[in-house]
């Protein structure tokens, strides 16, 4: 084993990471810089570093990166519409990257030769950590405890905490909590244990942010957004910066009992996983960007976005957020967008998202004169259609003469 001086650690001060916190001391013989990120989790970050201080950390981060998350991760992916397998919104995946680079700018700034995460070796989140260690600093050292030690169940877990003065809380004394849980501001998340079975219905004291649908509220509530370039500027006429933006959808959206879904997905390394999702600010805004485009953009480029967009979510949820090929969509997805200007408004009822109404004044194609059924004062000359739709129809009618030779 190759020596190490230091080594950068993502912390959350859990179980996992502070047994890797004490691991890494241990067998690398190494300092640790621990990094502890708030991405809007909704957890107290405080305690984290009162636990790396316990063992000796000298080197503490603890940073507030949500209007990051928000404004330079989240918002270029709500520009692409992207959703993955049809129904992913990809909460987890799109905070990876952003990790992964304060991870590589802190080992710079301390010396450090080598970063390490907890992610296990089953997972995809190993992949994006270290494809975006790789993407930023090629000769990083990279440390995944989950692939090196022994530690392979719970109980040596526990052991190994119990064994080196480790806190633990109750909850992982009595089995710990039936879920393995990853929250930001865009999403929680939800994996094993009780979802293993992909045949059972998710207890209902699982969901931790929305109320389910059956109990929102009787009364539907109504809610306007206003867009600028493809970003939500405004709610209800308010200004908001990205972070305040997506804080505010969520308590609307949880209100209302809006983003629950309960998927199997493809993982990247090949196999299918059962997990639960609540993403209620997110929903409202892929519905609401939806609505925006399709009334600003053109219909050629709306549809060349369609048909580029599984790419995109695949990049991302593979953690080819810093690839060239990313780099080079987000470019196109971003020139489009110029034009996506104007306002949408929603209405929030039992966990549904209706679009009720949507404009702008200086990009709206929809042109009123031209689409409407009355009289169009000659707008648009009907008889024009037919030559259209013989030509449209050439290769059809030759194909058909064959067919009946």
Partial sequence: MSKVNKVVLAYSGGLDTSVILKWLQDTYQCEVVTFTADIGQGEELEPARAKARKFGVKEIYVDDLREEFVRD???????????????????????????????????????????????????NDQVRFELGYYALQPNIRVI??????????????LAYAEEHGIQIDM????????????????????EGRALENPAAEPEQDMWRWTVSPEKAPDAPEYLELEYRAGDIAAVNGRKM????????????????????LDLVENRYVGMKSRGCYETPGGTIMLKAHRAMESITLDREVAHLKDELMPRYASLIYS?????????????????????????????????NVTVVGRDSKADSLFDPTIATF????????????????????????????????
Wanted: charged letters at 25%; glycine letters at 10%.
């Fill in 241 to 260: 910066t990205p972070a305040q933006v997506l804080t505010r959808l969520n308590e609307l959206g949880c209100k209302h009992g809006i983003g629950r």
């Fill in 171 to 190: 909850q992982h004394r009595e089995g710990g909590s039936p879920y393995s849980m990853d929250a930001n501001l865009l999403h929680i998340s939800y």
């Fill in 374 to 405: 009355e009289d169009d004062r000659g707008a648009y000359n009907q008889k024009d259609a037919e030559g259209f739709i013989r030509l449209s129809a050439l290769r059809l009618r030759i194909a058909a003469k064959l067919r009946h030779k």
């Fill in 319 to 351: 953690g080819y957020w810093w690839s060239p090929e990313r780099r080079m969509l987000q470019q196109m997805i971003d020139a489009s967008q110029s034009s996506v200007n104007g306002w949408v408004r929603l209405k929030l009822y039992k966990g």
């Fill in 73 to 123: 991760f989240v918002y270029p992916m709500f520009r692409a519409n992207a959703v993955y397998e049809g129904e992913y919104l990809l909460g987890t995946s799109i905070a990876r990257p952003l990790i992964a680079k304060r991870q590589i700018e802190i080992a710079r700034a301390s010396g450090a030769g080598a970063v390490a995460h907890g992610a296990t070796g089953k997972g």
């Fill in 144 to 157: 995944a405890p989950w692939r090196e030690w022994k530690l392979t169940s719970r109980e040596k877990l």
